[in-house]
Structure formats: structure tokens, C-alpha cells
């Protein structure tokens, strides 16, 4: 656990960076401090490992006072992730993941042993051991930077803005593959990120600061999109925030109809009640909607070329956002309802998901 | 300076400017041969650095040659290009020509590197749109890359003709005349004792001339990039 | 008077392969013992120039402190090194009961360590400063102290500059340490100053030859060492890793490679 205690910052000339901040982190969970730039957040990272002092208050790891702790110490307990990764550019990946081992004296084939197995587990393939940092891509490097502030198996890891110098679909693989890799772990993480979306995606809680350092709230994501305590934390948190919040609730057990389907590679059916009909493959995994107004030559079967797969599937017991948004992309307007094991379940119209939407708890508005 | 003056025979170091005052037009010549010596060369080395150093840009595989050669070139200590250059070309041995040509090579390995990472440091992306709006190749030397590339190469040019000054004064000892001559007057008159004014003078006069030339280079890139003011300011 | 190239050269060979220009004579000193005496100066002042460049570089760069100590060395290049060298001889040499050696050897040593120093200090002092801010960021925070980031990154990092500003301080010691045979002190320079004397033009010629061979061998082998010394990391010379992997195109795969596994 983390615990910032009235902690304030003021830089020399003046400005004050963090100010008066209460703030827990609790072990186990992921806090992700978010907000406009130059709101203090990096600020507030830094002052956890003392890569930056406070000017007044305290700031506590579980029970310590960190500022009684020598700073090579407390920084050697815990895990630190800056954006660009940082990586050494004269070590080997692999020697770059052993660093903080090789500080604390670990024998050297096992520090490079463990970190083997944690380019692994970061999702890096093991001829990458022996390269150097300027041969990985931003985001191999990204994970080099993870599995090396993972390696002493610090309690506590800090990251500041780690997926936000990557493309978004690197960034959108790295947060997946985060969010799993800390469902092993169960580290005390604390990240910093300036984009919304990603807090709102990875965080068990979310700090949202506003400039001048001062604390705006602290919320689960769900709460933070439905309930934003003030203007400027609804100004932050956007314009979708009703449909986003709608990601943290469940839909609970859909109640679907059945859907006629066609087997992928059967004979194209002629005449249909319906202008569209589900195909779906062997293991009624569905594929893709058939348009039954397009004319097709005679004998044909249901081949890829003719399915529209525009469509996202909501699996059951999914959030009622994923409901939504499979009969709104769905272009028969019916949503594909799947099971864990991805095969059809039925499918759901947007108007009953909407009745689903109008029969939870009313919410105060803002 | 009266009072200095009516000390003449003073061998103080001070006395330097009183040194310079009776001598004067002695002086004068040596620094007037000292400051041809060690701009020409150069300007010399500029012109035929840029072709060079164009071809190296444009054409990948003369850089590494070119590099090595130069870098060879640039190795050798001055006063062995000295005494080097008259065989070599099939000069005299003492040919009034085999320092200004041995600084001119100097120049050249220097300034080679340095245009070509002048160069370098010209965006592709201008260099695309320069292309894209129809410039030909040699057009686009002279109008987009080179004006771009001077900062780099005014950077390089400070270190030449500074570094010139100083090597000039080397040809001093092997017979030339300029302000290396004072230092060979000053030594051979120090027997037995010290006499420092035409050593400070040689000294002074070739830092002068250094700080001068310098500040000429630093101006001229001023004016030849009025844009990168605009930015600064 | 005038001298043909082709015979001057043919001279130069001659005076060079001559085997009783290489060992000591009655009357004169060979290229052997001139050799060493320059390789002696040379060695002497960088030494000393890095003792004194390489901990300051380290340090300025390190703490950002006393940065103007870099732009006085750097101002020191604008001297004259001939007119440096005769007015410390001037002064010193005197105190040693006239022209005995080491009359001229100390200001010689002292001139040689001023123009070391600079290139060497700049160097180090710039390639300190320019460690990527955030891998410097990242070794204090994953907890190494003041001294392991010096020594164990920023060090490292820094050694290709450091490398070329030692190369550069040591041709110019070794053309410097040519010209101080000017003064009546042994090394390379004497054949040339002295075959000039006696108007003996292959004896001078063969002097440059020397000195520049001498100058060219010296890049050579820190050029060799540098390379063995500084990671291949920075470098970017990865040819070893060739082998390892499978296709060496794979270094600049994309993200998808990865992705997958
Ligand atoms: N060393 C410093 N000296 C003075 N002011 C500073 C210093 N470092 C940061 N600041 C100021 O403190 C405030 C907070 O900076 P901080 O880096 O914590 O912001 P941030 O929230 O991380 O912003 P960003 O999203 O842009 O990274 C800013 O106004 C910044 O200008
Ligand atoms: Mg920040």
C-alpha cells in the first residue's frame, strides 16, 4: 500500500506542482493517476521512489516512512516504467532485464536465468535476448522496460505513460497483455497516464488531478464515468461517458431468441422470411449475416465473398456496452449473443437491450 | 604608454606593444602573410569540399571511401604534410607553394566530413517536397540543401580557420614568413637571457587574428540563415 | 637546386631503408632511439592530460557543475601552440642551469598537456551530457546510486566520444610533440628540422614519412581498441547476432512478429 499523506510539492521557482495531496493506493491494485498535462502527475509518481521530494508532507510505503529510507533502497523494492522505456543502449536485452539482480548481487546465471523467463512472460520470444535495445521496435522495447522493472519482483511498480509512445493497436495489445500479466502478479501498481480511456480501462481506481495539483476525485472507473463529482471532471472524463460507463455494467443473462443460420459451405438457400440470415461454421461459431436481397447464381454455396462481417458479438454475461454495440454494428440490427466457448447463443435487438439499460438503478445526473 | 616607451631596450613581456610599434612594418607583413596563409586555404578547401562532400551524400557507396581517405589525410601531422607534399607533387623542396597546398588538404579532409553531415542534416522530407515541386537535382543543391546545410558547415569552418591559424605558425619554423617568425626571433634573442615582447606579440597577434576570423564566420552564417534568427527571437 | 620528384623520392627510400639511419651512431641518434623518445612524450602527456580531462569530463557532465571550465579549455585551442611552446621554454628552461634536457622537456610535457586536455575534456563532458535524459532517469529510479550510474551508464554511453577525443588529442600530440624537436629535443622532428639545417632533404622527407606513419599507426590501433571497448550496442555493429537469428531482417520487424507470440 501507498499512501500519500498531505504531501505538497513546490518546485524552486515557484510552482506547485502537487498540492496537498490524500491519496491511497491500495496493495494488489492498479491506481492510475490521470489528467490534463502538466496536472502533476508525473510529479506525483516520482516522489513515491524520491526521484523527486516532497516538499511537505509524507508519503508511506505499507508502513515506512519512505523518506527514512536510504533512496538506492527504496528505489531497488520498486519497479519503475517511464515512457520510451529507458532501456540501457550498450547491454544486452537480456542483461538489461537482470540490471536491478545484478545490483543486489544475485548470481549472474540466475539473474539472467529469471529474466528469460520474464522476456517470456512479457510476451518476447527468447533469440531477442541477445540483441540490443536499438534492434526492437518502441513497443519490444516497451515490454523490455515491464519485464525489467518486474525483475527483482518488486511489491510496487510505478509507471509513468508506458504505452503512450506506441500506435494505438500496439498500445491496445501492451494494455491486454498488462492487465493479464497483473492479474497473475497482483503488484501495488501505480500509472500515470494522460488519456482517459486508458484509465478507465486498466484502473481498479482513478485519481483525476486537475493543474495546479489539487486532487479532483478518486472513483472506480464505473463510478467516475456515471458519477463525476464537478464540471471539470465531467469536462475531462468526455463526451461518451454515458455509453463508456455502460462497459462496467453487466448486462447479467440474455434473454435471446433463436436465430436461423445456414452452414458455411451449404448450398445458398433460397427464399427467407428475413432479408438477413446468420451463417455460421462447424462449431456454430457465427461467421458473418447473409444479404438474402442480393441475387446469386443458381447452385452457389455460402462462401466468405458473400458474408458481411461487420458485426461485434457480445458474449453472455458480457457488459451491456458490448450488448449495445453488437445490434448497433450488426446490420441485420440483431445482435449475435455467443457463449465462452464462442459458439451462438441467440441474438437481441438494440430495443431490448435499451430496456435493459432503463430498468437499472436510476443515477443522479450532473 | 609614454612611460613604456621611454624603457626601450625592456625585455618584459608587456613591452610587447612597444615591440610591435618599432617594428611595425615588419610586423604588419608577417601578419598580412599569416592571414592569407590562413584563409585562402580554406576557402580553397570550401570549394572543393562541397563537390565532394555532395557526391558522398548523393551517392552511398563513395562515402565510406571517401571518409577513410580524408580521414587518412586529416591523420598526418601538419609539418609532415609539409615536408611531404613538395615529393609527392613533384614541387621543389622548399616550393612557396607546399604550405598553402598542405592547408588546402587539411581543409579539404576536414571540410569533406563536414559538408557531408551538413547535408545529413537537411530533412528528407524537404528534400522530397523540393523534388515534388520540380527542382532537378543540382538546382536543389544550391537553392534547398547547401542554404540548410550552412550551420553545420559555418561550425566546421570555425574549426578550420581557427586550428589554420595555429598550424600557419608551424610553417613559421620551417622558414615561412609569418607571425611563426617572431617566435623563432624571440627564442634566438633569449640568449642568455629571456626576451618575451616578440614571442607575447607573435601570441597575441594569433589570437587576435583567430578570435577575428572566427567572429567572421559566426557573422556570415548569420546573414546567410536569417531565418534561424526569426526563429530565436 | 631544383630537385626532380622521382629521384627525391628514390633519396627518401634510400635514407629510409639505410640500416645505420635506424641505430645510434657516434655522431648521431637513430630513428629507433628518436622513435622511442617521441612515442615517450606522447605517451607522458596523455597520460597526464587524461588523468587530469577524463575524471573532470565525468564530473561536469555528471553533476552539471562548472560547465565554464569546458569553455576555458575549449578557448585554449585558439592559442598558438609553436608561440605557447617557446615562451614556456623561455621561462622555464633557464631554471635548470641553462639547456639541459630537462630544461626543455618540462615545457615541452606542459604544452602537450594543454592541447590534450580540451579535446578530451569537451568530449567527455559532451558525451555525459548527451545520455538520454530518461535512461539516466531509469538507472537512478530502478536504484543505482550517484557512482553506478556514472560508471555503469553513463560511462558506457559516453565512450564512442570519449574515444574520439582522445584519438584527436593524440595527433595532435604527436604532430605537436614533432614540432617541440624545434627546440633542441630529441624525437621525430629532429630529421626534419635538422635536414633542413643541413639542407639533407631525404633526411627530412624521411622524417615526415616517420611521423606520419607514426600518426597513422597510432589512430589505427586506438581505433582497434575502441572497438573492442565500446558495445556493439551503441555501435550498431550487430553482425554477431547474425548468425543467432534465423533472418537478420527480423531486427526491424514490426510489432505483428510479436503480437502473435
Ligand atoms: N523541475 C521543475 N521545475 C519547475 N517546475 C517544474 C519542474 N518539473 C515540473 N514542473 C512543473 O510542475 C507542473 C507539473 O509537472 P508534471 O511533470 O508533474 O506534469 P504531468 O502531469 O506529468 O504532465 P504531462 O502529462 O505533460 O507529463 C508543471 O506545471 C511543470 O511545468
Ligand atoms: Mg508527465
Redesign the pocket.
Given at each position: 500500500m501507498i499512501r500519500f499523506d498531505s504531501v505538497t510539492k513546490r518546485?524552486?521557482?515557484g510552482?506547485v506542482?502537487v498540492d496537498d495531496l490524500e491519496l491511497v493506493a491500495a496493495s494488489g491494485q492498479i491506481t492510475v493517476l490521470v489528467?490534463p498535462?502538466?496536472?502533476?502527475?508525473?510529479?506525483?509518481l516520482r516522489m513515491v521512489n524520491r526521484m523527486i521530494e516532497p516538499t511537505s508532507g509524507t508519503i508511506w510505503l505499507d508502513d515506512e516512512d519512505t523518506a527514512s529510507m536510504a533512496t538506492h533502497e527504496l528505489r531497488r523494492r520498486i519497479g519503475y516504467v517511464i515512457q520510451h522505456a529507458g532501456l540501457f543502449p550498450h547491454k544486452t536485452i537480456v542483461d538489461n532485464v537482470a540490471t536491478v539482480p545484478f545490483l543486489l548481487g544475485t548470481d549472474k546465471k540466475r539473474a539472467r536465468s529469471t529474466a528469460m523467463e520474464l522476456l517470456e512472460r512479457v510476451g518476447l520470444p527468447a533469440h531477442f535476448a541477445k540483441r540490443y535495445p536499438a534492434q526492437l521496435s518502441g513497443g519490444q522495447q516497451q515490454r523490455v522496460g515491464v519485464a525489467r522493472a518486474l525483475a527483482a519482483d518488486p511489491p510496487v511498480m510505478l509507471m509513468d505513460?508506458p504505452f503512450s509512445a506506441v500506435d494505438p493497436v500496439v498500445r491496445e495489445q501492451l494494455q491486454d497483455e498488462f492487465l493479464r500479466l497483473q492479474q497473475d502478479l497482483g503488484k501495488t501498481i501505480v500509472f500515470?497516464t494522460?488519456d482517459i480511456d486508458e484509465a478507465v480501462k486498466l484502473g481498479d481506481q482513478v485519481a483525476v488531478l486537475r493543474v495546479g495539483?489539487h486532487l479532483a476525485q478518486v472513483a472506480t472507473p464505473a463510478e467516475l464515468l456515471s458519477r463525476p463529482v464537478d464540471a471539470f471532471v465531467a469536462g475531462f472524463v468526455g463526451r461518451d461517458r454515458g455509453y463508456r460507463a455502460l462497459g462496467f455494467a453487466t448486462a447479467g443473462t440474455l434473454s435471446t431468441r433463436s436465430e436461423p443460420t445456414v452452414a458455411t459451405g451449404a448450398p445458398l438457400p433460397t427464399g427467407s422470411d428475413d432479408d438477413w440470415l446468420l451463417a455460421v461454421d462447424g462449431a456454430r461459431a457465427p461467421q458473418g449475416w447473409l444479404d438474402m436481397r442480393a441475387s446469386a447464381p443458381a447452385g452457389a454455396t455460402v462462401t466468405d465473398g458473400l458474408l458481411h462481417r461487420g458485426g461485434t458479438l457480445v458474449t453472455q454475461g458480457g457488459s451491456l456496452r458490448a450488448a449495445l454495440d453488437a445490434c448497433l454494428s450488426s446490420p441485420s440490427g440483431r445482435g449475435v449473443v455467443v457463449d465462452e466457448g464462442g459458439a451462438l447463443v441467440g441474438t437481441i435487438t438494440a430495443a431490448e437491450v435499451l430496456e435493459l439499460i432503463e430498468a437499472r438503478e436510476p443515477e443522479p445526473r450532473t | 604608454m609614454t612611460v613604456l616607451a621611454a624603457d626601450g631596450a625592456s625585455s618584459s613581456p608587456l613591452h610587447f606593444v612597444e615591440y610591435f610599434l618599432d617594428h611595425r612594418s615588419e610586423d604588419l607583413g608577417l601578419l598580412w602573410s599569416h592571414t592569407w596563409l590562413s584563409v585562402v586555404p580554406v576557402i580553397v578547401g570550401l570549394l572543393i569540399a562541397l563537390p565532394l562532400g555532395w557526391v558522398a551524400r548523393r551517392h552511398r557507396w563513395t562515402y565510406p571511401p571517401i571518409m577513410s581517405i580524408t580521414g587518412v589525410l586529416y591523420t598526418i601531422p601538419s609539418i609532415a604534410l609539409f615536408v611531404l607534399v613538395p615529393p609527392i607533387l613533384g614541387l621543389d623542396t622548399l616550393d612557396p607553394l607546399q604550405v598553402p597546398i598542405a592547408l588546402t588538404v587539411y581543409s579539404v579532409a576536414l571540410l569533406v566530413r563536414v559538408v557531408a553531415d551538413g547535408l545529413a542534416s537537411v530533412p528528407d522530407e524537404t528534400v522530397q517536397a523540393a523534388t515534388a515541386l520540380g527542382f532537378r537535382p543540382l538546382e536543389r543543391f544550391f537553392k534547398v540543401e547547401l542554404p540548410i546545410a550552412v550551420p553545420v558547415i559555418a561550425a566546421g569552418l570555425r574549426v578550420a580557420v581557427v586550428s589554420n591559424v595555429s598550424i600557419v605558425a608551424v610553417a613559421g619554423t620551417i622558414g615561412l614568413s609569418n607571425l611563426g617568425q617572431l617566435f623563432t626571433q624571440g627564442f634566438q634573442l633569449s640568449t642568455p637571457d629571456a626576451y618575451y615582447p616578440p614571442i607575447v606579440l607573435g601570441i597575441v597577434l594569433c589570437v587576435l587574428l583567430a578570435v577575428v576570423l572566427d567572429s567572421l564566420v559566426v557573422l556570415l552564417n548569420r546573414l546567410l540563415t536569417p531565418w534561424r534568427r526569426a526563429v530565436a527571437t | 637546386m631544383a630537385t626532380g620528384g622521382g629521384d627525391v623520392i628514390g633519396d627518401v627510400v634510400t635514407w629510409l631503408t639505410d640500416p645505420s639511419h635506424w641505430t645510434d651512431t657516434r655522431f648521431d641518434t637513430g630513428i629507433i632511439t628518436q622513435l622511442l623518445a617521441h612515442v615517450r612524450f606522447c605517451a607522458m602527456a596523455l597520460l597526464i592530460a587524461l588523468a587530469i580531462a577524463l575524471p573532470l569530463g565525468l564530473f561536469i557532465g555528471h553533476t552539471d557543475r562548472g560547465r565554464w571550465l569546458v569553455a576555458a579549455a575549449n578557448a585554449l585551442r585558439a592559442l598558438p601552440t609553436v608561440g605557447v611552446l617557446v615562451l614556456l621554454t623561455v621561462i622555464i628552461s633557464p631554471q635548470f642551469q641553462g639547456r639541459t634536457d630537462t630544461g626543455f622537456l618540462i615545457p615541452t610535457v606542459i604544452v602537450l598537456v594543454l592541447l590534450a586536455v580540451p579535446p578530451i575534456l569537451a568530449n567527455t563532458f559532451a558525451g555525459v551530457q548527451n545520455v538520454d535524459p530518461g535512461v539516466r532517469d531509469a538507472a537512478s529510479g530502478m536504484g543505482m546510486t550517484g557512482s553506478q550510474v556514472l560508471f555503469r551508464v553513463e560511462l558506457p554511453i559516453s565512450l564512442p566520444l570519449i574515444f574520439s577525443g582522445v584519438r584527436s588529442a593524440a595527433l595532435q600530440l604527436i604532430a605537436t610533440a614533432t614540432v617541440a624537436s624545434y627546440l633542441p629535443l630529441g624525437g621525430l622532428g629532429r630529421f626534419i628540422y635538422d635536414g633542413l639545417a643541413q639542407q639533407d632533404y631525404p633526411q627530412m622527407i624521411g622524417g615526415g614519412v616517420l611521423v606520419a606513419a607514426l600518426a597513422l599507426l597510432t589512430d589505427l590501433v586506438l581505433a582497434t581498441v575502441q572497438r573492442y571497448v565500446v558495445s556493439r550496442g551503441i555501435t550498431g555493429r550487430y553482425a554477431n547476432e547474425r548468425t543467432a537469428v534465423p533472418d537478420s531482417r527480423l531486427a526491424v520487424l514490426p510489432e505483428a512478429e510479436v503480437a502473435r507470440g
Open positions: 518546485y524552486p521557482d510552482t506542482a489528467g498535462s502538466g496536472c502533476g502527475k508525473t510529479t506525483s505513460e500515470v494522460h495539483g | - | -
